[in-house]
């Protein structure tokens, strides 16, 4: 079971408050604790020291991301990607489509995965 602290998400964000809630979740039998939108490496630090269970740091939030390393380096023990690999596709489909309708080019056909590769890449 994953337990989940929005707290900052809302107005008035508190780490401390996060933690005492995370801690709550772990006592309460949580496998992994989770809190999005937490505000620098040095919060995420506090809050893996602060707790024993693993924590997923969610990446997607602009300005709030950093390297699989250095979250390792901060207690990361889980990342989940949410709905970045999602928007990534997306923003080079819409890229895709404006070169074609305003530039009428398909230059973006020079960036895109063969086939051959995404049939490699599936089979894994």
């Known amino acids: 079971m994953t337990a989940r602290a929005h707290t900052f998400l809302s107005p008035n964000p508190s780490l ?3 933690i005492n ?3 709550a979740f ?3 039998g949580a496998d992994v604790l989770f ?3 937490l505000p620098d490496l040095a919060a995420v630090r506090e ?3 602060a707790v024993s269970k693993p924590f997923n740091f969610m990446v997607g939030i602009r300005g709030k991301s950093f390297t699989v ?3 390792q380096a901060a207690g990361v023990r889980r990342i989940s990607v949410a709905t970045s690999l999602y928007r990534a596709a997306m923003t080079g489909f819409l890229d895709a489509i404006r070169e074609i309708k305003d530039m009428g080019q398909f230059g973006f056909l020079e960036r895109c995965v063969t086939m051959p590769e995404l049939n490699e890449l599936m089979q894994i």
Do not use: F, H, I, K
């Open 47 to 49: 809050v893996c020291t």
């Open 21 to 23: 809630r995370l801690q």
């Open 26 to 28: 772990e006592r309460a």
């Open 69 to 71: 390393s250095e979250l």
């Open 16 to 18: 401390e408050d996060t």
């Open 35 to 37: 809190a999005p939108g």
